[in-house]
C-alpha cells in the first residue's frame, strides 16, 4: 500500500516582507494543499540576512515545521544561545565539528510520522567548509534508521554542484531541494532512482528587488563598487517554493511542483 506525504520547501525567506506574508498565506495553504509538513530556508528573515531568537520563535508559530539555514546563520550572533536547544533550526551540517548547532534532525508530522532534514552548504564561489558529499552520506546513513523519508536543503552557489549532488543523492534521499541563489529555477524532476530534485526553490519575499534588496542600492553598488547599505525592498511580495509528494513507505518522491503564491489584489 502507497502512503503519501506532502511537504512544503518555502524558498529563501528575507526580512520583514518576507515573514510577514508567511503569517497572512501559510495557514491556509497548508489547510488548502493538505501539506503534512513544511520547510522554510530562513537565513534572511532577519533585516534581510541572519536570524534573532525572536524572529526563530516567530516564524515556527506560523506553521513552520523545519527552520533551515546556510551561510547567512552567523549574521547575528544572538542566534547561538538557540542553535544547541532548538532542534527545529539546523545550520549545515558540513561545518567543521565542534560549531554550534546541528546539520539534520528528524521530526514528526502531525500523523506522527518521522521526517528527516538534512542541511548542507556548497564550497564552489562560498567557504570551503566540510565537503557535503562526504557528510551527506555519514548523515544519511544516521536519518535512515529513523525515517525513509528525507529531505535535502543544499544552500550552494553553483548549479553544478547542485546537479552533482542530486545525482549523487539519487536513490537515497526522497529530495535534494536547492536554496541560497533566490532565483526558483525551472528544472525541477524526478531522478532515475526516484530522487526529487531542483536547483533552486526561489525567494519569498519582495519581488520588485534584487534578491529581496533596493534595486537602487543594488545598482549604487555595482555602480561605484563602494559599501552600501542594502535595505530589504518592499513591493510584489510572494512565497516561493515546491510541493513535494512522497511514498511515505518507501521515501520515494512521486512529484514535485512548483509553486508560488500572492495576496489577493
Not at 208 to 229: N, Q
Request: hydrophobic share 40%; proline share 4%; charged share 25%.
Amino acid at each position: 500500500m502507497i502512503f503519501d506525504m506532502k511537504i512544503l520547501f518555502i524558498g529563501d525567506i528575507v526580512g520583514r516582507p518576507g515573514r510577514e506574508i508567511i503569517k497572512d498565506l501559510l495557514p491556509g495553504i497548508r489547510k488548502r494543499e493538505n501539506l503534512d509538513f513544511v520547510i522554510a530556508n530562513a537565513e534572511n528573515s532577519a533585516g534581510g540576512s541572519g536570524l534573532t531568537i525572536k524572529v526563530v520563535e516567530e516564524l515556527l508559530s506560523c506553521n513552520i515545521d523545519c527552520l533551515t539555514t546556510g551561510d547567512h546563520i552567523w549574521a547575528k550572533k544572538e542566534v547561538l544561545k538557540i542553535l544547541d536547544t532548538e532542534p527545529r533550526l539546523l545550520r549545515p551540517a558540513n561545518y567543521p565539528s565542534g560549531v554550534v548547532g546541528c546539520g539534520s534532525v528528524v521530526l514528526k508530522t502531525r500523523s506522527q510520522s518521522p521526517v528527516g532534514v538534512l542541511n548542507l552548504q556548497g564550497r564552489v564561489f562560498m567557504q570551503p567548509i566540510e565537503c557535503p558529499f562526504h557528510v551527506a552520506q555519514k548523515e544519511i546513513e544516521q536519518l535512515k534508521e529513523k525515517t525513509s523519508v528525507i529531505i535535502v536543503d543544499f544552500h550552494a552557489e553553483a548549479t553544478s554542484e547542485k546537479q552533482a549532488l542530486g545525482y549523487f543523492l539519487d536513490g537515497k534521499v526522497s529530495a535534494v531541494v536547492g536554496t541560497h541563489t533566490h532565483v526558483q529555477t525551472a528544472d525541477e524532476t524526478i531522478l532515475t532512482n526516484g530522487t526529487a530534485y531542483i536547483s533552486d526553490v526561489g525567494m519569498t519575499g519582495p519581488f520588485r528587488s534584487v534578491l529581496g534588496r533596493s534595486i537602487d542600492a543594488v545598482l549604487k553598488r555595482f555602480l561605484t563598487s563602494t559599501p552600501t547599505r542594502m535595505e530589504v525592498a518592499q513591493e510584489d511580495v510572494r512565497i516561493q517554493g515546491v510541493i513535494l509528494d512522497v511514498d511515505d513507505n518507501s521515501g520515494r518522491a512521486r512529484s514535485i511542483t512548483r509553486v508560488e503564491y500572492r495576496r489577493d489584489v
